[in-house]
Each structure stands twice: as C-alpha cells, then as structure tokens.
C-alpha cells in the first residue's frame, strides 16, 4: 500500500500570528515538521497544504512541497482531503495527515495510525500516548477510551474514565491515555467523513473527530509509550520548542 502524507498549514492562527512560518531554530515551523515527517521514510510523498503563496513558497524554497489548496476549508481534515481527491495522488491507498505545529511528533504514533489501517485492517487511524491522572481535569488535554480491539470508544476533553469511587483507584493504571492528533485514512474514509454533516457531540467537543465516530466509521487507536508531543500555538510554546531543539539537536541553530 502506499501512503500519502499531507501536512496542513493555515496561515491565520490567532493566538500565535503567521505560525507556519514562524522560525523554529532557523528554519519556518512548517518545514521543520515537513522535515520530521519525510525524514521517517513511511510516505511515499509528504505534502504541505496550504491557503497561503507565502507558506507554499517558503516550503518550496527549503526543498519541500506544497499544494495550493481552498482557503475555505474549516478543518485540517477537510483540507487534506481535497489534496487526496487531486488525480495526481489518486495512486495513494493511505492517506496520513500530521498536524503542522508538531515538529516533534513521535514516530511511533504515525507509524501506529498508518498500521491501524494498512495493517489491522481499521478504516480510520489515530494514536494515544499513556498519560497520568493530572490530566483528567485538564479540558486541554483530549483523552481517548478505546476497546480491547482498539477502536476508539469516544474522545473527550472531559475526565475519561471517569473514576466514580476512589476504592476503584487501581483499575485506572494503564486506562489513561491522551490522544496524540494524528490521522491515518482509507481513501474512501476519508471521503465518507468530509462529506459527512458536522455532529452536535463534535461540535459540543470541539473535536472534529467525534464526527466519523458517531456515524459508525471505526477509529483504530494505536496505544504508544512515548509522551504525547505538545503542539505549538503561543509564544511560550515556541520559545520552549526552540529550547527543546536545542537540548535534542546539539550543534544546531
């Protein structure tokens, strides 16, 4: 099967203004992330796609590439899924969207969205990392519950599992875990969710992901070890990640 990465990036955040292009030691944020995505060789072609010439050419630029796509779009999934219905990647079976402010994505969890469904056969893929219970209260920190097979039961800012009695404490080790925002898709998956109508659990959420879930469409969760990477949306969040660069990459800038 061959898998086609895309990496959407909008240029109109808020909270942290003109982010792709942001640097992240030296380089825009977004070709940091392009860089972390192709450098694990699990796609065939990875993508940026964006509503902006200004990220399109500085993607282009560091030798990456990237496809104009609809500034209309409202989520990152709608806007990977006009690239895949493009007739140029119509040879892709797979279809991974990585998010474009995660430069430090683990490697696990996209090879674990990918196999959950070239490998065990889901049409829909995601990953979670265990977490500790300091998340539960936390409404920034999306938790997941998913069956003994894997597939996702339901995704929820609020405390899932939720502990009713504290004598139960000992059952929640190993049920906690934070979903780590990558997708992987069939093809005709990734069709059947763009073209479904917004849900009100999704909208209720804010998780856009509650909407394939809620008309049928199996999620598998790949359950991985490695702490969930933080994406990038304020000021202190990059100043962090620059200091994280350089912790992780020494004798860079």
Not at 178 to 202: I, M, T
Request: with cysteine.
């Amino acid at each position: 099967m061959r898998t086609l990465a895309v990496i959407p990036a909008r240029l109109g955040a808020t909270r942290l203004p003109r982010k792709p292009l942001r640097l992240l030691a030296g380089l825009p944020l977004v070709v940091r992330v392009w860089e972390r995505v192709r450098d694990t060789g699990l796609a065939e072609r990875c993508v940026v796609a964006t509503d902006s010439d200004e990220v399109a050419q500085a993607v282009q630029r560091h030798g990456g590439d990237a496809v104009m796509t609809s500034p209309d779009h409202l989520s990152g999934t709608d806007r990977v899924a006009e690239v895949a219905a493009r007739a140029e990647f119509a040879a892709y079976d797979t279809v991974l969207n990585v998010q474009g402010d995660e430069p430090f994505v683990a490697v696990e969890a996209l090879n674990g969205a990918v196999d959950m469904v070239e490998v065990h056969g889901f049409p829909l893929g995601t990953a979670a990392a265990m977490a500790g219970l300091e998340v539960l209260q936390d409404p920034n920190v999306v938790k997941v519950v998913a069956a003994d097979d894997g597939r996702a039961m339901y995704f929820s800012r609020a405390a899932i599992p939720f502990l009713r009695d504290r004598s139960d404490a000992a059952l929640l080790r190993d049920r906690i875990w934070r979903h780590v925002g990558v997708y992987a898709y069939s093809r005709d998956a990734l069709a059947r969710w763009v073209a479904l109508p917004p849900h009100p659990l999704e909208r209720v959420e804010r998780l856009e992901q509650l909407r394939p879930l809620a008309a049928g469409l199996a999620m598998g969760v790949a359950r991985i070890a490695d702490a969930a990477s933080s994406g990038i949306d304020t000021e202190d969040d990059l100043t962090r990640a620059n200091v994280e660069w350089t912790n992780t990459h020494p004798g860079t800038t």
